[in-house]
C-alpha cells in the first residue's frame, strides 16, 4: 500500500505542468473520496438502491 505522500507523486506526474494549485488540491480530493469509498465498500457499509432512493426521495420533496 503506497503512502499519502507516494499517491501525490502520482497525482503530480499525472497531471499537465502548468496545473494550478487549484486543480493539484481538486485531484487530491478526488484522489481521497475514491479512497474512502473503496475502503468503506470493503469495510460493508454500503446502502442498497432502495435505501438511497428513500433518502433521496427526502432531499427532493417526494
Do not use: C, N
Request: proline share 2%; aromatic share 6%.
Amino acid at each position: 500500500m503506497s503512502t499519502a505522500k507516494e499517491e501525490v507523486r502520482k497525482i503530480l506526474d499525472q497531471i499537465p505542468d502548468d496545473s494550478s494549485f487549484e486543480d493539484i488540491q481538486y485531484h487530491i480530493y478526488v484522489q481521497e473520496k475514491i479512497e474512502r469509498g473503496l475502503k468503506d465498500i470493503k469495510e460493508g457499509r454500503l446502502l442498497s438502491q432502495e435505501e438511497v432512493e428513500r433518502r433521496m426521495s427526502k432531499w427532493l420533496g417526494r
